[in-house]
Structure formats: structure tokens, C-alpha cells
């Protein structure tokens, strides 16, 4: 009768006998989950956390040396006592500065944001010309989607005015944040004046700018206040077309005839000279990409972007043609189907599994139970701002093989007690309760081991976090699914909706499987069981022996491991930066070079394998600042072609072969990640021992088979024409200022003036004709003002050609360079490289060059800091599920041998890749913690069993044989439910899969050793802990015959 009173307490048998609630609970918690999974926010990644100010400033026409001495090395020193940096990089490019300043942890961005603008602002040395600096946080930006305009009706001025236009309605949604235009330039006034023109009429460039100023002109004059109210005065000559410009005076001659700026000029009113091409296709095109900034809803985005299409199709002039593609829409919406897919696919392979050997009814509750953790889990991530994002969805597969073990125990455990106690409702209670404690705390133990993923710093900090949340709500829910709704659901199951799940047929297969499942247990488990037993010591020496080769398999490299392997793209990319100075025309024929070696590469593929559909879908080509350009092309989906992403960019490279005259050149197949794949910055103050490092550096990456790519951030040189003043020159009262200003003028420009066309800031530019600036003669013969005598510019300088670098980097005030290379991770593991170079390598060339040193790139810090505080927590991870685990079995050995165990269930998730040829990655370490947490939870149950036999007076040889045989049922039902559970992304095809697939690998196959581990290696381990006690004279009730 205590028995029975003691069954009817406590939370569990609360909720059986209250099921209204327990449906109430239920309801709200899927009615708050759906409304959360459709206003959640759905974002390509979790968002960044921003923790960098960036500080961009041109300094038209100056090169890298006048920009780094100019305005780098003042801005340097204005903030370098700011406490808030941790630490800052420049970049010198001609015209143009770009910074990034980190910000130290314990400070906010946006008091590092004031402090530096502030610093910056403060600085008054800027040299004449350099412009405003731009001081700004560093947003994180996703490109949504790219809108394509193109056509035989598109050219450049209808593109850059359609184009214009269509970025202003865009940005007028309030959904959309950020648009950007490739393809277009800016407009520009240009007025180019031969040099003889300058000569026959005594004019300078200086004096057309002035007439310029002075004639082109929007004054406000006051006003005059009559009787009949004010009258506003205003000067309106401002020229803002050709023809105006054209119209300016310049002279005016005694016999009343004038020299207008259109007789010697040629007025120019267009677009700047450094042209921007986009083709998409093959054709002239305009691009828009259309971002999300920071937290903004991807999808929304892309739809709203999409619905603008279909309507501004309609207004589009004859022959232009809007379209979008590089949708990444695609592969978040596609990686919450195949979630979706496999929950449903799941949910039913556990239905069936369960229903082989349980109550139908039963089973349909444990399933029901997967989307109700699931709903918990949407309901709570927004209020701790995780997304729904490539990496909570990965947590959500992560965690549909286990999410369900719970039930599961709490299932069997009262499927067992009906069969003992007869259909009851304190059966029902008496079978939960039995199970509860050992399952919640097994379950507590999985969510300590991911608890490490919501405590890292950084500005990755969210990227492991979104996992981890969703693993512990997840969880969380199964917890309160178990305990509190599963328990009335199973005690009322002959009433409502599951009254109707019963099978005739069912229920003798059911009777069937369990009959010989039972002969199994007591005719193969059992004699098995007892053998290890008997021989307990040489079963643990064969699990250690098999845990050896494992580790030895991976250590010889028969097993890889690559912490982020490449994963199959529908996208791939070529780009090339030629050296600073190359002409547009080279750049061009290296474009086309490019174009030329993927079109080989696709007739060779369809000759090869047959087929008439082409790999490509579609291709764009942007060519910017005469020097840079990008291939890109979406290929058919991965499901759709024969030939892998990764193989076509090894073809690509193969055919293009080497670029002369390029600084970079490089193929992808998945997103860049900057720095490339192994990343190395050297610093110096000495710019030759830099240099000569650097080069060393990128010579021995190149030794290395299966690294590509490789980038020598030390930049190139460029032709430079150095100007030094004669002796004789500065006797006739020139300067070298009055010089290098004359010749600026000609051959870069002077700005006379910006004027303002409707939202276009346009340019007005002074100087010599394209052609004379092309043609070095043209620097040879050009003459030189002084006063009213013309000199010529030999007689007055001296003309030296030098080489100039073409780029120049800085890192924490010194001159620094990056060597990077892309690895081939199937055939290298790039930390392995890594970790070589630095240790075997760099010590040899830091000595060789005393004056340079090495540092971590910004990323590869980060990244070595995130695993050390992973190893660390991890560390603090098995203390708490030591804790979690003692509290329940009231032992402080007992836990030890759970813990032992852990480590084995390595063994089956490394052959499984083995098996299926994949290399061991960082995926597969998730699929191994949730694999731990499934052995964990099973342990704890069958230790905590046998334990409770034990105080039944049983001796520890029978405990133990009485609990493998009672908990085999529940043990293998979690195991064929977690196998059966992964199995569906075991067997997808998509791209979207094989990010999961190492996971689910780890998972399926280590679920079938784990199996093992917990009917056979627990049970000897328990019995070497009673050896252990036995030898020590602590007394336990031991059998005779325990072997």
C-alpha cells in the first residue's frame, strides 16, 4: 500500500492525473513554437558581432608611398594610445586608405567608434587634397540575392540611369538596407586641353580651372526688402552639361572676339576613365546584389526582392531584361526542407522501430513528443536572439537522432511495468517514475557536454552558440515532454485520439518480435554477457586494444582528419588581381583567358561523359578599376551533374595555367574565407627584409603538393617616374612643389569644381587628352610655366625610372604582408601545414631575417583563442557530468566507470567514415559529443539498475545479469531509434546535406558500437570497480560463482 502512495506523488504523477494540463502545456507549447517559426528571423548565418571601426580616406593621385607617409602613419599615431584598440591594419593603395581597428575586450564599439573618429578628426597635417576620412562601424553583411539587368537595349548611359533608379526603389522598402551596383561608373565632366592648345594661347591648366570657378557659379546675392515684401538676389550661372561648360570664356581679345573653353577643349560628359564591366552571360550587364545587414530577415529580403521583379519587368524598356539568380535563399530554405523531410521521415522509422515491440499507442506518443521539442525550442531561441540560420538548423539535426532516447526510456520503462502490474494508471506512474531520475540526469549530462558552446568570446561567439542553444532547448523540452505530458498521455492512451491506434496485425508481430527478442536475451545475450564477465579483464583489454588502432588509424593519416573540410558548391569563382599599373587591355586578355580555359573545361565534359547538358547555368564577369576581375558562374544543381564543383576548379586552374603580369589569381569552390585556407602575416620596419621573408615564405608553401592559390601580400612593384629639380632650375626661382604641381595637373587632373545632378555628385576635371596622358613623349616634351617664360620639363628635372611598391600593408604600425595559400583538403590537412611551418620552418627564416616577426592573422587568432576556451570548458564539461552523474547513483566511483566508456564511443564513429571514405571534420565531433550523451544516458540506466538491484539483496553478479537483460529491450529500441533517426541524411544527395552528413555518420554508426559498450563493457566495468572494492576489503554482497 506504500508502494502504491508513494507511485501518486511527485510532479509526474501529478500531470498522469491531470491531463488537461498536460495538454494544455502541450498546446501552448506548439501554438507559441508555430507563431515563433513564422515571425523568426531567417538569416544566411548568426549574426557577427561586430567588434571593428573602419576608417576609409582618399587622397586622389597620390600613390602608396605619398598615402602611407601623408595619412596611415598620421592617423597611426593619433590613435595608438587609445586603450579601447586592441589592434589596428592599413592598407596603402594609390588614391586610397583603408584601416581596420579592432576593438579590446571590456570596451563597447561604440566608445571605440567616438574615440577614434574624435582622434582622427583631431589630426590637422592631412596634405592638401586627401579628403574627409570616413569613420564607421564595420557591419556584417549577407548577400540575399543579385538582380541582373541586361539586353540588347541595355548600354552604359540607360543602364547607369535604370540602374540608379531602381536602387532608389529598393532601398525605399523598408526591408531592404543594402544594394550594390556593379557595372556602372560614376558620371564625370571631363575637360581635356592639348598641350599646344595651352602653349598658342600662354594658358596653364591652373588658369582654364580658374575661369572655370569663376564662371561656372550658384551665388546666393541677399536680398532687396521692398514695400511689396523681400526679393531674393542669386547669381545663377552654373554650367551643368556640355554645352555649358563648352560656352565658358577664357580670353577675350582687343577686337572684342573671345576664346571660349569649347575652341581648345573637348568637353567630356560621360563617365570616369576606370571602367566597370559587368557580362552577365555573355552579355553587357548591370548587377544589383541586394544585402542583409546585421540581424535583417534573409528571406524576406529575397522575396521582396523577387515580388519587385515580377513588377518592374513590366516598365522596363524594349530590349532590357531583368532577372535574379545566386539566390542564397536557396540553401537555407533547402536545409530547412531536407530538416523538415528527415523530422517527418524520422519521426515515422521511430514509430515503426517502437511499434515492433511496444504498445502502438505508445509509440505514436513518443513520436509526437519529436515536434513538440522541436516547436519548445523555435519558441525560445528568440529570446536569446539565435536566428533560424545554417547553424541552428544544424543543431535541430544534430539533434533529431536523441532528441527522442528519453521518451523512449520512459516508454519501455512503462510498456514494462503494464506487463508486470497490469494496465493501470500507477502502472503507468510507478514505470515512469522507476526510470525518471537516471534519465533526467543522462539527459542533463548531453546538455552539460554543449554548455562549453555558449561561453565562447569573440566576434564568433554566435556562430557555436546557435548550436548550442538549440541543443539545450531541445532538450530542455524532451525533459519536460517525458516527465510531465508523455506520463498522462500514456496513462489515458485508451481514450481520445490514440484509442484509435491499434493493429491486430500489429500486435502479434509486436508479440512475435518481443518473443524473439526474449529468446535472443536469454539464449545469446545472456551466455555472452556472462562470458565477458568471467573473462572480464581480457574483454577490456580487446575494447582498449580496438580504441588503439582507432587512435593509431587517425594518427598514421589511414583516417584524415580536416576540421572544416570543402563542402560540394553550386557556385564557383575565379579571380585575378593584376599588379597595380597593368593596362586595361591586359587585364582584359587575362579575362578572357579565364572565359576561354571554362569553356574547354565544359567541351571536354560533355565529349567525356556524353551528355548535352552543360554544367552552367549562368555566368558574370565584373571587371573594376581596370585591374581586377572576377568569374563567377552557378553551375546546375549538385543532384542535376556529374562532375564535382571541386573538380571543375581544378580543371579551371589547370587550363588558365599562369598569368603574367597578375599579383593574385585564384579558383573557389566555396566561399572565400579571407587570408585563404593557411594564412602567415610577417612584420617589419625594415621594408627589404620584409620583402625577401615574404618571398622566401611563399616559396615554401608552394613546395607543398596540394596547396594552390598562393597570395604574396607584400604586393607587386610597379614603373615609377621619379622627379628631381636641376640646380639650375631652382635659380630661376622654381620649386619642386611649383614642378610635381604642373605635371599633377596634366596627367592626373585638377578638380574644378563638383556640381550637384539630381542625386549624382558629379566631378569637373582639368587636364590633358587621353591620348597625350597614354604617351610617355608626352611627359618628355611637356614645358613648364614660370611666370610668362615656358620651360621645358628635361631642362628642369632630372627623370628617373624606379620601381614603387604597388600596395603596402601595415599591422600595428609596422609594414607587414600576408602569404596565403588555398589547401586541397583532399589530399591536406591545412593545419597540419600550419602548425609545420611554425614549428620547423618560421624559427629558420626569423633568424635568417632578425629584423622580421610573425604574427596570427586576425581570423587564425580567433580561431586558435575559440579552441582553447572549447578545450577549457570541455574540461569543466566532464567535471559537471561527473557531478551530474554522482548526485543520482550517490557514488564517487561509480561515475568513473560511465566516464571510461565515453571515449570507446569514438571507435564506431571513426569507422564509419572509414567505411564510407569521408575524412573525420569538426561536424563529426558534434555527431560524437550527441553519441556520448546517448551512451551516457544509457550507462546511467543501467548502472542506476543495477544498483537498485543490489538493495534488493541481490549479489552483484546477478544485479548486474538481471540488469543487461531487463534494460537490453530499452537500450537497443534508443539505439535502432537514433540510427533509424539519422538514417535519412545518411542517404541524401543534396548539397545541403553534405554539411550534416559527417554528423549523422558519427551518430548512425557510433550508436551501433555504443550498443556494445553499454550491454557489455558497463557490465565488466562494474564488476572490476566490485574487484577494485573487493581488494581494498569493502564489503558487498558478492556471489560464489561471480568467476
Known amino acids: 500500500m506504500n508502494s502504491l502512495d508513494d507511485s501518486r506523488k511527485g510532479i509526474i504523477a501529478w500531470f498522469a492525473n491531470n491531463p488537461v494540463a498536460a495538454n494544455l502545456l502541450m498546446i501552448f507549447t506548439v501554438i507559441i513554437g508555430i507563431y515563433s517559426a513564422m515571425t523568426i528571423k531567417k538569416t544566411l548565418a548568426p549574426e557577427y558581432n561586430s567588434r571593428s571601426v573602419s576608417v576609409v580616406m582618399a587622397y586622389p593621385g597620390a600613390n602608396t608611398a605619398e598615402v602611407e607617409r601623408g595619412v596611415i602613419l598620421k592617423i597611426e599615431e593619433a590613435i595608438k594610445d587609445i586603450e579601447s584598440i586592441d589592434s589596428y591594419d592599413s592598407m596603402a593603395l594609390d588614391s586610397l586608405v583603408r584601416m581596420k581597428i579592432d576593438v579590446a575586450d571590456g570596451y563597447t564599439l561604440d566608445e571605440t567608434l567616438a574615440e577614434v573618429k574624435t582622434a582622427v578628426d583631431a589630426v590637422t597635417g592631412f596634405p592638401q587634397g586627401a579628403e574627409r576620412a570616413v569613420v564607421a562601424k564595420m557591419d556584417q553583411q549577407w548577400q540575399a540575392i543579385q538582380l541582373q539587368l541586361y539586353g540588347p537595349g541595355l548600354n552604359e548611359n540607360n543602364g547607369k540611369w535604370l540602374a540608379d533608379q531602381m536602387k532608389r526603389e529598393l532601398l525605399a522598402n523598408t526591408d531592404i538596407a543594402s544594394v550594390m551596383i556593379y557595372g556602372t561608373q560614376d558620371y564625370e565632366v571631363a575637360i581635356e586641353v592639348p598641350e599646344q592648345e595651352l602653349r598658342r594661347y600662354g594658358l596653364t591648366l591652373a588658369a582654364v580651372k580658374h575661369a572655370v570657378q569663376q564662371a561656372s557659379v550658384d551665388i546666393s546675392a541677399g536680398s532687396i526688402k521692398t514695400e511689396n515684401g523681400e526679393i531674393r538676389l542669386r547669381a545663377n550661372a552654373q554650367a551643368y552639361r556640355q554645352h555649358d561648360f563648352e560656352a565658358i570664356e577664357l580670353l577675350a581679345f582687343d577686337d572684342g572676339t573671345r576664346l571660349l573653353l569649347g575652341d581648345i577643349a573637348t568637353v567630356k560628359d560621360g563617365f570616369k576613365e576606370a571602367r566597370d564591366v559587368a557580362m552577365f552571360n555573355d552579355t553587357y550587364s548591370i548587377a544589383l546584389a541586394i544585402f542583409a545587414v546585421g540581424p535583417q530577415d534573409l528571406v524576406t529580403i529575397a522575396s521582396q526582392a523577387k515580388a519587385y521583379v515580377a513588377e518592374k519587368k513590366q516598365q522596363l524598356p524594349p530590349g532590357v531584361e531583368l532577372d535574379y539568380w545566386a539566390d542564397t535563399t536557396y540553401y537555407l530554405q533547402g536545409r530547412l526542407d531536407m530538416m523538415l523531410k528527415n523530422l517527418a521521415i524520422g519521426a515515422l522509422l521511430v514509430f515503426i522501430i517502437l511499434g515492433l515491440f511496444i504498445e502502438l499507442n505508445i509509440a505514436f506518443w513518443v513520436m509526437l513528443g519529436i515536434p513538440v521539442c522541436f516547436l519548445g525550442a523555435l519558441a525560445m531561441l528568440p529570446l536569446v536572439g539565435v536566428s533560424i540560420n545554417l547553424i541552428s538548423l544544424f543543431g535541430f539535426i544534430l539533434v533529431l537522432g536523441i532528441v527522442v532516447d528519453d521518451a523512449i526510456i520512459i516508454a519501455e520503462s512503462v510498456h514494462s511495468s503494464i506487463l508486470k502490474q497490469g494496465d493501470s494508471l500507477s502502472s503507468v506512474i510507478s514505470g515512469a517514475q522507476r526510470v525518471a531520475t537516471p534519465a533526467t540526469f543522462g539527459v542533463l549530462t548531453t546538455i552539460c557536454a554543449f554548455m562549453p558552446t555558449l561561453f565562447i568570446s569573440g566576434s564568433m561567439a554566435n556562430f557555436p552558440a546557435a548550436c548550442g542553444f538549440v541543443v539545450l532547448f531541445c532538450l530542455l523540452f524532451s525533459l519536460i515532454e517525458s516527465k510531465w505530458i508523455l506520463p498522462a498521455h500514456l496513462a489515458h492512451r485508451h481514450s481520445g485520439l490514440s484509442r484509435w491506434i491499434k493493429s491486430e496485425h500489429q500486435q502479434r508481430l509486436q508479440v512475435r518480435c518481443n518473443a524473439l527478442l526474449s529468446k535472443f536475451i536469454e539464449q545469446k545475450y545472456l551466455p555472452f554477457l556472462r562470458v565477458c564477465i568471467r573473462e572480464r579483464y581480457t574483454t577490456m583489454a580487446v575494447f582498449v586494444a580496438i580504441f588503439i588502432l582507432t587512435i593509431g588509424l587517425m594518427a598514421g593519416g589511414w583516417i584524415r582528419y580536416v576540421m572544416t573540410p570543402d563542402s560540394p558548391n553550386d557556385y564557383v569563382e575565379a579571380k585575378v588581381e593584376m599588379v597595380r599599373g597593368t593596362s586595361e587591355q591586359k587585364t582584359m586578355a587575362a579575362m578572357q583567358r579565364i572565359k576561354q580555359a571554362i569553356s574547354e573545361v565544359e567541351v571536354r565534359y560533355l565529349e567525356r561523359e556524353g551528355v548535352e547538358q552543360s554544367f552552367i547555368r549562368h555566368s558574370f564577369n565584373h571587371t573594376s578599376d ?300 558534434f555527431g560524437i559529443i550527441a553519441l556520448a550523451g546517448v551512451v551516457v544516458n544509457d550507462s546511467l540506466i543501467m548502472v542506476d539498475f543495477i544498483n537498485r538491484s543490489i538493495e534488493r539483496g541481490s549479489t552483484i553478479l546477478d544485479a548486474v545479469l538481471e540488469a543487461g537483460g531487463a534494460r537490453f529491450r530499452a537500450i537497443l529500441l534508443t539505439s535502432l531509434t537514433t540510427f533509424f533517426g539519422v538514417l535519412p541524411m545518411l542517404l541524401e544527395t543534396s548539397v545541403q546535406a553534405q554539411f550534416v552528413i559527417p554528423m549523422a555518420v558519427s551518430l548512425g554508426f557510433g550508436i551501433i558500437f555504443a550498443t556494445v559498450i553499454t550491454l557489455l563493457l558497463i557490465p565488466c566495468l562494474y564488476m572490476v570497480l566490485a574487484d577494485l572494492r573487493s581488494l581494498f576489503s569493502i564489503s558487498l554482497p558478492v556471489s560464489c560463482d561471480e568467476g
Open 626 to 925: 581596370g585591374r581586377i576581375g572576377s568569374f563567377m558562374l552557378e553551375l546546375s544543381k549538385q543532384e542535376e551533374r556529374i562532375i564535382g564543383s571541386q573538380e571543375i576548379v581544378d580543371q579551371w586552374r589547370e587550363a588558365v595555367g599562369e598569368i603574367v603580369g597578375a599579383k593574385q589569381l585564384s579558383f573557389s569552390a566555396v566561399d572565400d574565407r579571407p587570408g585563404g585556407d593557411i594564412a602567415f602575416n610577417l612584420v617589419s620596419d625594415d621594408a627589404i627584409q620584409l620583402r625577401a621573408a615574404a618571398n622566401e615564405l611563399e616559396k615554401k608553401l608552394a613546395s607543398y603538393d596540394g596547396l594552390s592559390d598562393i597570395t604574396n601580400g607584400i604586393g607587386g612593384q610597379m614603373t615609377e617616374v621619379a622627379l628631381s629639380i636641376k640646380p639650375s632650375a631652382q635659380a630661376l626661382g622654381l620649386s619642386m612643389s611649383d614642378i610635381a604641381l604642373q605635371v599633377r595637373q596634366a596627367f592626373y587632373g585638377v578638380e574644378a569644381q563638383r556640381i550637384q545632378r539630381g542625386a549624382d555628385e558629379v566631378r569637373v576635371m582639368v587636364r590633358y587628352p587621353l591620348q597625350q596622358r597614354e604617351s610617355f613623349a608626352s611627359l618628355e616634351n611637356m614645358t613648364i610655366r614660370n611666370g610668362s617664360d615656358e620651360l621645358p620639363l628635361l631642362s628642369v628635372v632630372e627623370i628617373e625610372n624606379t620601381l614603387a611598391e604597388a600596395q603596402l600593408n601595415r599591422i600595428d604600425g609596422q609594414r607587414a604582408a600576408q602569404i596565403a595559400a588555398k589547401a586541397d583538403k583532399s589530399r591536406i590537412e591545412p593545419q597540419q601545414v600550419s602548425n609545420e611551418i611554425i614549428e620547423n620552418y618560421l624559427p629558420q627564416l626569423l633568424q635568417k631575417y632578425p629584423a622580421v616577426s610573425y604574427e596570427l592573422d586576425g581570423s587564425s587568432q580567433e580561431a586558435k583563442t575559440m579552441e582553447k576556451e572549447l578545450f577549457v570548458g570541455f574540461f569543466l564539461a566532464l567535471l559537471g557530468i561527473y557531478a551530474l552523474l554522482a548526485v543520482p547513483l550517490r557514488s564517487y566511483s561509480q561515475p568513473v566507470i560511465i566516464m571510461c566508456v565515453i571515449p570507446f564511443g569514438l571507435i564506431g564513429a571513426v569507422f564509419g567514415h572509414a567505411v564510407l571514405g569521408m575524412t573525420v571534420s569538426m561536424m563529426s565531433i
